[in-house]
């Protein structure tokens, strides 16, 4: 860009009414011809395979076309096309450097760490939906806001969990089910599960539930607010021009309605447990907001409340679309025409032996170990954040030998990973729970369905334990079975997995049911 740069001073000084439009023509194809592989802006790399580029541009038209439900199906052409490093480049944003190995993957997000963070590209187009919160920041930011939230997982906490809010909610979502088996109606499950963890999560977190399970047929506007805000956000990130296409469309006031929604209920929460305090003292529990609210910053002032704010948000997603995601996606995989039926037999018999009829604990949970591996290799195939990338801070060599700059995008695809044979053998298409019984732990850098490295998801435990208790108090009362079980759910657009259309199940009770002893 430096030699264009002084071209374009050198023809500012030189041109004439005479020569100004041949100066201007010898310029443009002198540019054109620079960038005639790759898009303005990035430098060429001959050494890396992609698909065909068109001048200037590089792939905006190839990735920008795309509908967004169906780019992890381009990920996953190009990953058996050119293998598990290609590259694609787009004006104003940069290269991106596709690597979906775990040698890789845990180059980037483990061994150097701190040669890569989230980047302005990153953090502009996703500001609207997370702000500064803990998924934007980097550094000592990112740092203090996952030591405050570090409080609200740990074992003692995970104990009263259990009993106070997941069997809780989990009673709702039961006695739900109870009546759609009984009038024969249909449930969208994936839409149920969003519900029972975006409770389960506000209660925890916030110390008041969302009501979604409450009124579970009437639509909460935060939470349709915050998948609509998703989305747009999202599309943001193959397309340079989405300023202007905002602007120029609805989107933009949508974008904004609902990001005034979303703030207004995050301040509404703030406000109601300033008011609560007042009145309860010190001789309530410390959720995650009290952390959070209480903690100063480094002059010792109290953290403002747009930053707060943004913690709710950020949290919110985290608690609410990973666990319900993974436990809709699990169920599909259960359910579908080509499942084995022995898997949900030997995970009805696991449930029975266990739990025997009684609510479950923090301590069933330990031994719901089959139960943990379908939700795990359901993770594996249909992982909750199907593509991520992180930005190159300074200039890196990967353990394969790519060069990567400063300024370029490093990516990977967990969806992508998770169903390659080179990594997970000749059957890594196929549902398996059994391959995560008996075996050795799979590092990081393979199941990276909850990151890895220092940025390891926070509340993986959190979510596994809410996950095998529902779970478990399903299953010890209904078996499900899918509407249309030779179809897969469409993906929603969106950062997570989400499925567009929902999980549409029919419930029957269950008869060879334990009775409880008590």
């Not at 499950?189 to 925890?204: I, K, N, P």
């Not at 506007?221 to 340079?240: G, K």
């Amino acid at each position: 860009m430096a030699v264009i740069t002084q071209l374009v001073q050198y023809l500012a000084q030189h041109a004439t009414p005479s020569n100004s439009k041949k100066l201007a023509l010898s310029l443009f194809l002198l540019i054109l011809y620079k960038y005639r592989s790759h898009a303005v802006g990035t430098r060429p790399r001959r050494d890396l395979k992609e698909p065909r580029a068109l001048p200037l541009v590089g792939h905006l038209f190839t990735l920008s076309t795309i509908p967004g439900p169906e780019v992890i199906a381009f990920y996953e052409k190009m990953h058996n096309e050119f293998g598990p490093v290609w590259s694609v480049s787009l004006p104003g944003i940069g290269r991106m450097i596709q690597g979906d190995s775990p040698e890789l993957v845990e180059h980037v997000l483990k061994t150097n760490f701190l040669s890569y963070g989230k980047g302005p590209i990153l953090k502009y187009t996703m500001y609207d939906l997370f702000g500064e919160g803990i998924f934007q920041v980097d550094g000592p930011e990112w740092r203090f806001q996952r030591k405050l939230a570090s409080h609200i997982f740990n074992v003692k906490a995970f104990k009263e969990y259990v009993s106070e809010v997941f069997v809780n909610e989990g009673h709702k979502v039961i006695d739900y089910l109870g009546k759609a088996a009984d009038q024969g109606t249909i449930v969208d499950f994936h839409q149920l599960m969003m519900h029972y963890t975006l409770d389960s999560f506000g209660a925890v977190s916030f110390g008041e539930s969302f009501g979604c399970l409450d009124n579970i047929e009437h639509e909460v506007p935060f939470a349709a607010a915050f998948d609509d805000l998703t989305t747009i956000c999202t599309e943001r990130l193959v397309d340079p021009a989405w300023q202007i296409r905002e602007r120029l469309t609805s989107v933009g006031a949508k974008a904004q309605y609902d990001k005034n929604l979303i703030a207004q209920h995050a301040y509404g929460i703030m406000e109601r447990r300033r008011k609560e305090d007042g009145h309860q003292g010190n001789s309530k529990k410390k959720d995650l907001l009290d952390w959070f609210l209480e903690a100063k910053d480094d002059e010792g002032n109290p953290l403002p409340d747009a930053m707060i704010k943004d913690v709710i948000l950020n949290f919110t997603i985290a608690g609410r679309d990973t666990t319900a995601q993974a436990l809709s996606w699990m169920f599909y995989l259960l359910l579908r025409t080509e499942s084995d039926p022995e898997v949900r037999q030997r995970l009805e018999q696991e449930v029975d032996e266990v739990l025997q009829g009684k609510e479950p604990t923090y301590d069933t949970h330990k031994q719901q170990k089959y139960a943990e591996a379908c939700l795990y290799e359901g993770l594996r195939l249909y992982p909750v954040v199907p593509r991520n990338m992180k930005y190159c801070l300074k200039d890196d060599v990967l353990p394969d030998g790519t060069k990567i700059y400063k300024g370029d995008f490093f990516s990977w695809s967990s969806y992508v990973m998770g169903r390659s044979t080179a990594i997970w053998g000749p059957d890594a298409r196929e549902y398996k729970p059994e391959r995560w019984i008996n075996t050795e732990k799979p590092s990081q850098g393979k199941f990276n369905s909850f990151h890895a490295g220092p940025r390891v998801c926070l509340g993986q435990q959190f979510a596994t334990i809410e996950a095998l208790t529902l779970i478990g108090m399903v299953l010890s009362k209904f078996s499900l079975e899918l509407v249309y079980p030779g179809r897969e759910p469409a993906y929603g657009s969106s950062v997570t997995m989400p499925m567009a259309d929902g999980l549409p199940v029919r419930i029957h009770r269950r008869t060879n049911v334990p009775l409880s002893d008590v």
